[in-house]
């Protein structure tokens, strides 16, 4: 019965999407967009190379992810560092991208800064891999009553409004890199795990799984050694994108300052910091590196997504 | 249809009341007592007891909620702890000011997103085309926190054509109120535009392939009526999904700009009661947001049912 089942399915995947990555549309696009025989040129050229721009953007990524793990190691000033015989310097030798109105280190801010948003998104996608992905991976190979309320369960938890109910619970739990961390996990977990059970349910009935089911293997074993390779690729995309909208939310509550506690930097608070009233006027500097570093960021993740998503032929019939 | 709708109505209800539990429990997930909170920690147990009495503490907690819900429909969400304004007034000056920004910036996003993407979809590839999709791929990595400050600096403190802070009730000033909004609309129409046009774009191309448009072209007629009288509305699906998609980004959205922009909507004063420990006003805005989030997606469900009548066939 496949009607009601899937037609279910692909109206609700867009929504949960939607909550969770807001900002940020290449899950949208992925989800939302009905499967056609597009003379997109992109679609047409699977198997074309990554390209210039692909490498471009795992430098940016890869420079800061070593980055913010060398943090400690680079001879940076100390973020917290307030410097008055320096304040609001521009950039020289001496601070490579200048100093803030407390005189403190732009470029050891936002190297610290970048902590913040790489720990919270890389995290959470991760743990919400581990939980939603294998959830999904099983209830879309078993189906029956465990498929029914985890469906039920992740279309509840997809209805509320990503950034009002994190902003709810940081109100009344406080925030930490820690508490941060565990709420955005939750959060992408039924994401996640709409993701790959729509993948794993797509693989359940294929010949490869029926040979292998009579053969006489194990549900484990054809879940791990037959499905799961599949959905890999998948997951991994989806994960990636959804790090980027991870990493959008937790921006945003750092800007609104429901994040980590100041004076801990992050490129959220570092641009709202920059952003306040007199401050565009004086040092416009504060503002602009985290901003352009977040620009370059969701960026290259979007276009890493993106060419990953084409390379490995992912449409949304699935979804 | 009809079946199909009572079953999303069911599901509306159901996620309502979740949404109504979840929210009343948060206030009890509050570390230590509430009267504490209240009355400081150095106030009498006598004090506090009779505190507990009157807020409805020592009721078992379903009693509570029955209590709570029950002022939820009388439209009594409380009062704030600091102002002692009830927190329905809050919210009903509050809310007017989201709406106008979100259909501000969306009637801003359809008139550039929708015409751009019917010239482009004719003829793919070619430079314009190129152009768009290149700076729309650009704008999905702008969300509001990081592209507002950019135009604030350029638009209000470079140039001096917005204010960069401020807001003029529409009532007062009509004109000085669109004016104050148009920032911040921009500011959370970008992704917007992004969605609206590359899915649109994606669908329109496909759709410029099928048999009946090579049926409409061959009998002559205009490419204008093609592009509107046959290819728009079944490439406008997608389109509708990703609206509603984007009501929740939406909302992230109006939460920052009133806050750099210090305009006093929903966001504003939600980010304002967490920073104040306001407790009940975070509880009463956040029931209510995600409450309209719910029954928005119901309405745009609806609305999908009308352009394309196959979602509901079973």
Known sequence: MPDDRELADTRSAPRLLTNQVPGLAAADELVVSRQSETLDSEDLLVSKPMGILFWLAIGWVGLVVVAAILANVLPLPNPDFQNYSSINASPSLHHLLGTDDLGRDLLSRLIFGARVSLVVGFCSVTVGLLFGGTLGLISGYKGGRLDTALNAGSFVLLAFPAIVAVIAIVAFWGASLFKVTVILSVAVIPLLYRVVRASSLSFANREFVTAARTLGATSARIVFREILPNVVPVAVTFGLITVAGVIVIEGSLAFLGLSVPLPTPSWGNIIAEGSSNGELNINPYIMLWPVLSMFLLLLSINLIGDRLRQRFDIREGLL | ?314
């Open chain 2, 1 to 314: 249809m009809a079946k199909y709708f009572l079953r999303r109505f069911l599901q509306l209800v159901v996620v309502a009341f979740i949404i109504s539990v979840l929210v009343f429990l948060l206030v009890h997930l509050l570390p230590g007592d509430p009267t504490v909170v209240i009355l400081g920690a150095n106030d009498t147990a006598h004090n506090r007891a009779i505190l507990d009495q009157q807020l409805g503490l020592n009721l078992p907690l379903w009693h509570q909620y029955v209590i709570w819900l029950k002022g939820v429909f009388h439209g009594n969400l409380g009062q704030s702890y600091l102002n002692h304004q009830p927190v329905t007034a809050t919210i009903k000056s509050g809310w007017p000011i989201d709406v106008e920004l979100i259909i501000i910036s969306q009637v801003i996003a359809f008139l550039v997103a929708i015409p751009l993407a019917l010239v482009t979809s004719r003829r793919p590839n070619r430079a314009l085309d190129n152009i768009s999709t290149t700076s729309t791929f650009g704008m999905l990595a702008l969300p509001p926190f990081v592209i507002a400050p950019i135009m604030v600096a350029v638009f209000a403190v470079g140039l001096h054509w917005f204010p960069a802070t401020g807001y003029v009730p529409f009532t007062q000033d009509p004109a000085a109120n669109i004016h104050d909004m148009i920032l911040p609309s921009l500011a959370i129409t970008a992704g917007s535009i992004a969605v609206y046009y590359r899915l649109f774009r994606s669908d329109l191309i496909s759709t410029l392939q099928e048999d009946f448009i090579t049926m409409a072209r061959s009998k002559g007629l205009s490419n204008r009526w093609i592009m509107w009288r046959h290819a728009f509305r079944p490439s406008s699906f997608s389109l509708l999904a990703a609206a509603g998609v984007n009501i929740g980004a939406l909302i992230a959205g109006t939460f920052i700009v009133e806050f750099l922009f210090a305009i006093p909507g929903l966001g504003y004063s939600l980010v304002q009661a967490v920073n104040q420990r306001d407790y009940l006003v975070v509880q009463g805005i956040t029931l209510v947001v995600a409450v309209a989030y719910v029954v928005l997606q119901f309405i745009i469900d609806f609305l999908f049912t009308v352009v394309d009548p196959r979602v509901t066939r079973e």
